[in-house]
């Protein structure tokens, strides 16, 4: 599965990459949510991994443009600032808080968990 991973925390970026990518996924990240979107444009993803509060363009948002450009796509959001909104539930496929257990997020991204739930 092709995964981008957007989260503007250099440091979580890069060790959620290398967990993800041990876990076999083909991951495409970047710090900055334009780039992303960029991406998005150019290429095609089974998943959106993405912070929520970033710099240029939210997470929401992204996730928002995303649903546009490629409606298959999963959305997942990963934030340290967790919210249980309709937004969120209705954009993304899943709300994980930070820190993020990695065997959750690729359970959720290989979609052997529920839909539309959450972990704290």
């Known amino acids: 599965m092709k995964i981008l991973l957007v989260d503007d ?12 990518t041990q876990c076999g996924f083909e991951v495409s990240s970047t710090t900055d949510s334009l780039q992303a979107l960029q991406r998005i444009k150019e290429q095609t993803f089974d998943c959106l991994v993405t912070d929520g509060e970033m710099p240029e363009l939210s997470g929401f948002e992204l996730a928002e443009k995303a649903l546009a450009l490629q409606p298959q796509m999963k959305r997942i959001l ?4 967790y919210t ?32 539309k739930g959450s972990e704290l």
């Open 9 to 20: 925390d250099q440091s979580m970026a890069t060790t959620l990459k290398i967990a993800l």
């Open 78 to 81: 990963v934030s340290g600032l």
């Open 84 to 115: 249980d909104s309709s937004t969120a539930r209705s954009l993304f496929s899943a709300v994980l808080k930070k820190p993020v257990n990695v065997d959750i997020l690729a359970a959720y991204i290989m979609g052997e968990r529920d839909g």
